[in-house]
T-cell receptor, first 112, second 117 residues
Framework: GNSVTQMEGPVTLSEEAFLTINCTYT??????LFWYVQYPGEGLQLLLK?????DKGSNKGFEATYRKETTSFHLEKGSVQVSDSAVYFC???????????FGAGTTVTVRA | EAQVTQNPRYLITVTGKKLTVTCSQN?????MSWYRQDPGLGLRQIYY???????DKGDVPEGYKVSRKEKRNFPLILESPSPNQTSLYFC????????????????FGPGTRLTVT
């Protein structure tokens, strides 16, 4: 079946630090890949997406590139802010069965 | 305002007492889905529906039922809740979007925190 593995947290950073959250996947067919973010006490919201190999998704200073050769979709941000403190989920949807699979989530805390 | 609504937001119940959590979306989305969120496990898909009268099991369907009689509504039914179904539940909806798999970017509801004692 499909699966998503993302780096365990929690991750604690200082403001303006560089953030990377690793995500690798296993999927059949041609998955679309996503990063979702969950701010404290809220539901999830889409952060960025990519639908095919070598696509780069970007939003709010975050970026992730769909790497088919390494089955990865790592999330990066060059300079984090306190407001980026949240839980980040990597996810995929498979073209075979349209099930959605999420990683376990990575909690990121940014300190001023 | 485009949104997904869930009711109730909080529910405490006892083992074996049937309950329904409602989910409604006003975006005319074909795809709807239920998830549960548990610490350390992320989100796990319970059931999903590609359209009216079409439902499929996700990764953790045991103990749950769903129905999709109308496009906008996708209720989650727990016929006989047990303590291991204590969790935070999210409903979501989406449209297909481009790409081979489509994008199906999920629009999430605010969540329902369920406690089964």
């Amino acid at each position: 079946g499909n699966s998503v593995t993302q780096m365990e947290g929690p991750v604690t950073l200082s403001e303006e630090a560089f953030l990377t959250i690793n995500c690798t996947y296993t999927a059949t067919g041609y998955p679309s890949l996503f990063w979702y973010v969950q701010y404290p006490g809220e539901g999830l919201q889409l952060l960025l997406k990519a639908t095919k190999a070598d696509d780069k998704g970007s939003n709010k200073g975050f970026e992730a590139t769909y790497r088919k050769e390494t089955t990865s979709f790592h999330l990066e941000k060059g300079s984090v802010q306190v407001s980026d403190s949240a839980v980040y989920f990597c996810a995929l949807i498979s073209s075979n069965d349209y099930k959605l699979s999420f990683g376990a989530g990575t909690t990121v805390t940014v300190r001023a | 305002e485009a949104q997904v609504t869930q009711n109730p937001r909080y529910l405490i119940t006892v083992t074996g007492k049937k309950l329904t959590v409602t989910c409604s979306q006003n975006m005319n989305h074909e795809y709807m889905s239920w998830y549960r969120q548990d610490p350390g496990l992320g989100l796990r898909q319970i059931y999903y529906s590609m359209n009216v009268e079409v439902t499929d099991k996700g990764d953790v369907p045991e103990g749950y039922k769903v129905s999709r009689k109308e496009k906008r509504n996708f209720p989650l039914i727990l016929e006989s809740p047990s303590p291991n179904q204590t969790s935070l539940y999210f409903c979501a909806s989406s449209f297909r979007g481009p790409g081979v798999a489509g994008t199906y970017e999920q629009y999430f509801g605010p969540g329902t925190r369920l406690t089964v004692t």
